[in-house]
């Protein structure tokens, strides 16, 4: 990413201002920071959602505006924060409603976000049909369904927009399950995080704070720094009042 500056649709203020960062094969990196503090906004530029106003996004080089859209799709997996699933079956749901679906790709990326014993359990399996809203389904087992969907195809980058908002303590294990593997394989991962075990299995963190790169380095670097810049806050105030 090359000082990249984002306006959402239908704003006028930048939402992300000259942000520059690299994220190298087989690297995790946890984004944080406060609340509208750019976390999802970069998720959507990062998965081609949102354009850049500036600056650049490049991919093995490539901007991301040079790859066809259905190439992109396959590269990216995107689990977004609020999960919105399809009119369809569930298996058409993971596989992104690819005519060409592979179901054996189906079940395996089921299997990586703890959904396969899940979807089994419904009454109609992967044929289980869904509206948009989940109809039946519970906030958790969307999540998963959502990770699943994001993981089909084995996607060489994968970006979670606060991937544990919804799940248990089991969803959450294969999720960390899933970020190793990837590491393993020489894929990369960008968690936009709230939760601190959101972010156990990256080694990088990069904070943004009002829309602008506060720190990016080795995890417990960025973390220091954090908790020294809360303590000089704290050390500014004297009985509630700030001096």
Not at 83 to 107: H, K, T, Y
Not at 118 to 142: C, F, H, W
């Amino acid at each position: 990413m090359q000082n990249l500056t984002l306006v959402a649709p239908g704003e006028q203020q930048a939402a992300l201002r000259m942000v520059s960062f690299t994220v190298e094969p087989g690297q995790a990196v946890g984004v944080i920071g406060p609340s509208g503090a750019g976390k999802s906004s970069l998720a959507r530029a990062l998965t081609g959602v949102w354009r850049p106003a500036g600056g650049k996004i490049r991919l093995d080089g490539a901007t991301l505006d040079q790859y066809d859209p259905t190439v992109l799709g396959q590269l990216i997996g995107y689990l977004p924060q609020r999960v919105q699933l399809f009119d369809g079956s569930i298996a058409e749901n993971i596989a992104r409603l690819d005519p060409q679906m592979d179901p054996a790709a189906v079940v395996d990326a089921a299997k990586k976000a703890a959904a396969h014993d899940m979807i089994l359990k419904l009454p109609e399996g992967y044929d289980t049909r869904v509206s948009a809203n989940g109809g039946r389904l519970s906030g958790g087992q969307m999540q998963r369904i959502g990770l699943a969907r994001a993981m089909y195809g084995n996607p060489q980058i994968l970006v979670l927009d606060e991937p544990n908002s919804n799940l248990d303590n089991e969803g959450s294990q294969a999720l960390n399950a899933a970020i190793r593997a990837m590491k393993t394989e020489g894929r990369s991962v960008l968690i936009m995080a709230h939760r601190p075990a959101a972010i156990q299995e990256c080694d990088t963190l990069l904070m943004l704070d009002n829309g602008t790169r506060a720190a990016f380095g080795p995890k417990e670097d960025v973390l220091r720094q954090v908790v020294k810049n809360s303590q000089q806050i704290m050390s500014t105030t004297d009985g509630g009042g700030v001096r």
